[in-house]
C-alpha cells in the first residue's frame, strides 16, 4: 500500500525557517510530480509547491523567493525549504504525489496519493 510519510512541521516565529520532507513507501513506481499544498482554516487548499520528475519545479507566487522544493525521483522523495516564513503561510501542509499505481490489477499511469498533513504555524 501507498503512503506518504510527512515530517518537519511546527511553530515558528515570524522571519523563521522549517524544512519539510516527504517520503513514498509502498511503491516501486517513481513519481511523475511531487509536492506540497497547503490550506488554512475555512480556506480552499492550494498548490505551494511542486516538482516533476524532469526536475521542473512550479510555485504559488504568495511562496516565489522564499521557499525552495528538492525531490529525488529515485529515492522518492521531497523537501520543501521554507524561509522568512509569514503569519499567513500557517496551515496544514499536504504531501502529494502523482504516481503510476496498481490498484486491485488495474493500472493508473498517473494516481493521486495524499499525505496526513502536517502543521505549520507562522506567529508573529
Known amino acids: 500500500q501507498v503512503q506518504l510519510v510527512e515530517s518537519g512541521g511546527g511553530s515558528v516565529q515570524a522571519g523563521g525557517s522549517l524544512t519539510l520532507s516527504c517520503a513514498i513507501s509502498g511503491s516501486t513506481f517513481r513519481f511523475n510530480v511531487m509536492g506540497w499544498y497547503r490550506q488554512a482554516p475555512g480556506k480552499q487548499r492550494d498548490m505551494v509547491a511542486k516538482?516533476?520528475?524532469?526536475?521542473?519545479?512550479h510555485y504559488a507566487d504568495s511562496v516565489k523567493g522564499r521557499f525552495t522544493i528538492s525531490g529525488d525521483n529515485f529515492n522518492n522523495t521531497v523537501h520543501l525549504q521554507m524561509i522568512r516564513l509569514k503569519p499567513e503561510d500557517t496551515a496544514v501542509y499536504y504531501c502529494?504525489?502523482?504516481?503510476?499505481?496498481?490498484?486491485?490489477?488495474?493500472?493508473?499511469?498517473?494516481?493521486?496519493?495524499w499525505g496526513q498533513g502536517t502543521q505549520v504555524t507562522v506567529s508573529s
Open positions: 516538482i516533476t520528475n524532469e526536475g521542473d519545479t
Open positions: 502529494k504525489a502523482d504516481l503510476p499505481t496498481l490498484i486491485e490489477e488495474t493500472f493508473y499511469p498517473d494516481y493521486d496519493h
